[in-house]
């Protein structure tokens, strides 16, 4: 993203205003707490991915709400493989 200055997938407040200067509307440092805590719901301090997805869907898209809460969920449940891949032998394969 062009505004996620560390690369970590989130907007703080230096992106926000970077951004919102690149936009021709510049906010002062209280308004953009406010639109962050908006956005997060006060429970941080940056905007994740997740979050502005969210909030570009509004209240009308529950479906594709959903949608997102169902992936989410099954990208957490399933893990991740560690290690080298199993040696196979030509007996194994299809």
Sequence with gaps: ???DLNNEGEIDLMSLKRMMEKLGVP???LE???MISEVTGGVSDTISY???VNMMLGKRS???K???MFEGKANETSPKPVGPPPERDIASLP
């Design 1 to 3: 993203m062009e505004f």
């Design 27 to 29: 906010k002062t440092h």
């Design 32 to 34: 953009m707490k406010k």
């Design 50 to 52: 997740r979050d502005f």
């Design 62 to 64: 529950a479906v594709l």
């Design 66 to 68: 959903l949608v997102m």
